[in-house]
Every structure is written in structure tokens, then in C-alpha cells.
């Protein structure tokens, strides 16, 4: 068991103890324990209250990558805007009306693929990017970057691939890279990187340039069934459903497995278990757990990390978790699809230099060193609102501004070189500050420096970033 995911949230684990001694069932009747010795009814029904916080934690990226496949793809009922191995292009740069998923950025064009790699392999190819940054990110459905092409890893000359899914066993073309996913199903996100209105036709038709195909001549096989639970809206049984769904698709590591056994009595065990097979006593045990469990997420990407200055910095193991399902889950709130690392640190912050919160209501100042964020790639700060489920949005202001960084047309740099950067809602009084200033919202906000292919000094602390001014 992780360490980091078991001794935790006593307070929640504490009423979810309490609930599951009363929800036991009358004397001498059993509740099910697929795989596992029948035991009394209210002494089971505690221990499944004892396992569920940390099989929630599993289970929540898994249902926030299954929501956003069925939001974009379709349900199995209608159809969604993308099409399966398909690209699907985004236009123009985030803004407030774009929230197909939590903390967009502002610098970059996204481009996505979905992936359903029980059809066969698929081959890939990306046009030559002439130096210009972009990252292929390949994910699996716990968010894992198991793969990573780009400027950094890759180079910016153009490619192909082939992508090929777990038990792929025919021989594949020689010379040729291959990557193979832990899972049939499979995310590609892909981030251009605009430098401004008018390079947007040149990103465009480097995004017209990528190419998908199936490897094999005579097409693909048909695709596995995919039906989405209804409804898609957080409830116990949509929530467990689509756990279940997304894990017989893709099979988790061997070293999972006994976990999943254990939870077999839960009702997340993958093709064996539906939330229909559940004892009446488990279900109510889910409706009764699950809106507090989702409130221990509630922090988001504010709720794990190493903090200095106000700021917390991104652990280790960001894009690449392992078995820390609760750090996990808090990514997959407040920052879905991150990078690993070594491609991208978010430190991000909601405090000011007393540590209270941030708020459109004060005016702040954030003052960077000489030289800005150390980064080969580039920097950014994004100024988001904070939602009441903690997740995280661009919001529309006067200047149309999102986010300022080192390519932040008439950014002003001071004699000595360090950037301040003015934090308010209403825009400064004085014309000196408004190249530099970023606005905020009225109420609570939050802010994410994102930078992109950071320096070793950033990644390993030596270099960490001041705390926010509150000047009021």
C-alpha cells in the first residue's frame, strides 16, 4: 500500500468508519466478498469503509479520463466533436470560454488524439517544427505520460512512429520507432507553441501536417464496444461504473491486481464488477462516502507538493505516478494532462506574502530576478478563477490578457534587470505598469507559473520564485 495515500484524511476516515459500522446488515446475513472469505456483515462493512478512501483515490483519474474520452469522443449514444484516431485541432489559444478540461494554458495550440489501439496499430508522423517548441504527450488512462516526443526529447525534425497497444505480438516495420502503451486506450496531446496572433496561421498549418493511419494495409480490426455510463455527472453509480469500464479496457499492472481483488467488494474490480452487483449496503455506503470524498480534493494542485514562498512546486513524480493515488487524484482535479518534470514544472500559488488568500480585491506584486524563470523553452504566469469544486478557468477581463511571460509583447524589464509583475483587477494608474500587468478577478483567484523545459536549478530548488506582494 502507498504510504502517502494510507494513513490519511482522519476526519473523513473517521465518519466513513462510523457509517459503515451502522450500515451493516441485520444478524446473520452476509454481504458479498467476491474472492475472499464471507465475513459477518457489520465487521465487513468496516473494512470496506477503511479501504474506500484509497479506492477512490485510484478510481478518480480513471473516471476524469473516462468523462473527458466520452465528452469529447461521444458516450456510445451520440456522438462527441472528436473522431477516434482521429486529430482534432484547436484553432486558437484558450480563453475563458474553454473548459473542456481544468487550467488551460494561453501559449500553446493543443492538439488531441484518441487512441483505441485494440483496432491495431496505428502509425504516426509529425512534420518538421524548425526549432519551434512542441511536446507529443502520450498518456494512459491513469494520466501517465508513458511516452514523450518533442523539441526536448526528440528534436523538432520531422517523424514517424508507430503506436502499438499491450499485447501487439505481429512484427512491426524495421527502422521505424514504436511505442507501446500500457492500454488500449490512449491519449496524445500535443502542444504548439505560439508566439502571438499573427504566427497562429504558421502553427495552423503545422497542426494540418500531422498524419495518423492504421499500420496494418487492409485498415483496422472493429473497434471494442465503448458505452459510457448515464449520466456523466459525478453521481456513485456513474462514478463506479465508469472506473469499471475504463479498467477492462485497459488492464491495470500486474501490480495492481491484488488491490483490485481487495476491492472486488467495493465494486471496482474492472470486467467483473457493475455497480447493479453491488449489495444495497456497499451502494449506499458510495452515495453516502462520495461527496466527501470529493471534497478532500477540493484543494486541487493547492493540496500536495513541497511550498516555499507560498508557492508549491510540483512533486517528482508528476505525469509519471506510480502508486501515489492520491497525489493522482489531486492532479486529475485541479491540473488533468500534465506534463512530467523534466518537460514542465507548474509551481503554482494562492496566498500572498502573509499567507493570506489571493483576491481580486487587493492588489499584489510579484517581482522576478534578473534573467526571469530559468527555462530553454519559455515561461508563463496564467491568472486563474477559482470554481466552487476547485477546479481551475481563465476569466474574462477588459485587456483580454490570461497569462504574461518572457514573450509578453512590451514585457518591461527594470535597470537591474528584474520583472515586476503588477497582480490586480482594476488596471494600474500608472502607464508604466501596464505592459506588465496581469488581471485578476473580482473574488478568489489563483495563480500557475508554467515553465517549459526548466533548468536543473529550477527542477532540484536552487532556484524557487519569491512570494506574491500583497501593496494594500
Not at 152 to 162: H, I, L, N, P
Request: with cysteine.
Amino acid at each position: 500500500m502507498n504510504t502517502k495515500s494510507a494513513g490519511w484524511r482522519p476526519r473523513a476516515l473517521a465518519a466513513l468508519m462510523a457509517f459503515g459500522a451502522l450500515a451493516g446488515s441485520p444478524p446473520g446475513r452476509a454481504q458479498e466478498a467476491p474472492a475472499a472469505e464471507v465475513a459477518p456483515a457489520a465487521k465487513l462493512s468496516a473494512e470496506l469503509a477503511a479501504q474506500l478512501p484509497q479506492a477512490f483515490d485510484y478510481a478518480f483519474v480513471l473516471v476524469a479520463m473516462g468523462r473527458l474520452r466520452a465528452t469529447l469522443l461521444g458516450d456510445g449514444r451520440s456522438p462527441g466533436p472528436s473522431v477516434l484516431n482521429q486529430w482534432r485541432h484547436a484553432r486558437a489559444l484558450s480563453g475563458p470560454q474553454d473548459r473542456w478540461v481544468t487550467t488551460p494554458n494561453t501559449d500553446t495550440l493543443y492538439s488531441t488524439l484518441w487512441l483505441d489501439l485494440s483496432r491495431g496499430p496505428v502509425r504516426l508522423s509529425v512534420p518538421d517544427m524548425a526549432g519551434r517548441y512542441y511536446s507529443l504527450a502520450f498518456m494512459d488512462m491513469a494520466s501517465n505520460n508513458f511516452a514523450m516526443l518533442g523539441r526536448r526529447s526528440s528534436g523538432t525534425q520531422a517523424g514517424e512512429f508507430v503506436v502499438v497497444g499491450p499485447d501487439w505480438q505481429p512484427p512491426l516495420p524495421a527502422g521505424q520507432r514504436v511505442l507501446r502503451a500500457p492500454g488500449h486506450d490512449v491519449l496524445v496531446l500535443a502542444r504548439l507553441l505560439v508566439d502571438g496572433p499573427a504566427d497562429l496561421p504558421a502553427v495552423q498549418a503545422l497542426q494540418d501536417r500531422f498524419r495518423v493511419q492504421p499500420l496494418a494495409a487492409d485498415g483496422e480490426r472493429a473497434a471494442a464496444p465503448w458505452e459510457a455510463p448515464p449520466p456523466l455527472a459525478m453521481g456513485a453509480q456513474a462514478f463506479v461504473d465508469m472506473a469499471n469500464l475504463m479498467l477492462e479496457r485497459n488492464p491495470p499492472p500486474a501490480y495492481e491486481e491484488p488491490l483490485l481483488k481487495q476491492w472486488a467488494s467495493l465494486g471496482l474490480c474492472g470486467a467483473g464488477c457493475r455497480w447493479s452487483n453491488l449489495n444495497p449496503e456497499v451502494q449506499a455506503l458510495w452515495s453516502r462516502a462520495l461527496p466527501e470524498l470529493l471534497g478532500t480534493l477540493k484543494a486541487g494542485l493547492g493540496g500536495a507538493g513541497v511550498v516555499v514562498n507560498g508557492w508549491r512546486y510540483s512533486q517528482p513524480d508528476l505525469g509519471n505516478f506510480g502508486t501515489d493515488y492520491h497525489y493522482r487524484a489531486q492532479v486529475a482535479l485541479g491540473g488533468l494532462l500534465a506534463l512530467e518534470p523534466a518537460e514542465a514544472l507548474y509551481p503554482n500559488t494562492g496566498v500572498d506574502d502573509s499567507h493570506q488568500p489571493l483576491s481580486g480585491t487587493h492588489r499584489y506584486r510579484l517581482t522576478l530576478p534578473a534573467g526571469g524563470v530559468p527555462v530553454n523553452a519559455f515561461w508563463s504566469l496564467s491568472m486563474y478563477q477559482v470554481e466552487p469544486d476547485g477546479k481551475l478557468f481563465f476569466t474574462a477581463n477588459p485587456a483580454g490578457r490570461y497569462a504574461i511571460g518572457d514573450r509578453t509583447p512590451g514585457l518591461q524589464t527594470g535597470p537591474d534587470g528584474r520583472i515586476e509583475i503588477w497582480i490586480q483587477h482594476d488596471a494600474p494608474t500608472r502607464a508604466d505598469q501596464l505592459a506588465n500587468w496581469l488581471p485578476a478577478p473580482a473574488g478568489p483567484f489563483h495563480l500557475v507559473l508554467r515553465a517549459y523545459e526548466p533548468r536543473a536549478d529550477l527542477r532540484d530548488g536552487r532556484v524557487t520564485l519569491p512570494a506574491v506582494e500583497r501593496l494594500d
